[in-house]
């Protein structure tokens, strides 16, 4: 089976063998406690999620969504990844998996400010 590469990336998705043992690593760590802000949190579940690439189709969506319940458990608004931004959005994705994650963190601050506002805006 050949490993499938992250797209604009040098990255491989690990082989299919590997995804029950890293969904059981990613399990793990979501039930443990982070000495972090939530927007990290959320983040980081994101970046992870699509980096172990579970699914054929998806990946970004569920990840996404993991990313979404989080900030709204922690009493955030949701991170929003508008289709203009979906370029930028791959392209810290890609910077994340290559060990630069603040490209990924900032989209994802600057996503979450942007709801804020706009939740305030109708208040």
């Known amino acids: 089976m050949t490993e499938s590469m992250a797209a604009g990336s040098n990255y491989r998705y690990p082989d299919a063998i590997k995804i029950p043992d890293l969904m ?49 458990r922690m009493g955030y608004p949701l991170a929003i990844v508008q289709a203009a931004d979906r370029a930028t959005y791959i392209d810290a994705v890609v910077a994340w998996q290559s060990g630069n994650t603040e490209p990924l963190l900032l989209m994802v601050a600057n996503c979450v400010k942007a709801s804020a506002l706009e939740i305030l805006s109708l208040v």
């Open 24 to 72: 059981d690593e990613f399990g793990d760590w979501l039930s443990q406690s982070h000495p972090i802000h939530p927007v990290e949190i959320a983040t980081e579940t994101h970046a992870r999620l699509v980096t172990i690439h579970p699914f054929t189709a998806g990946n970004g969506r569920v990840a996404r969504l993991l990313m979404n319940l989080h900030l709204l």
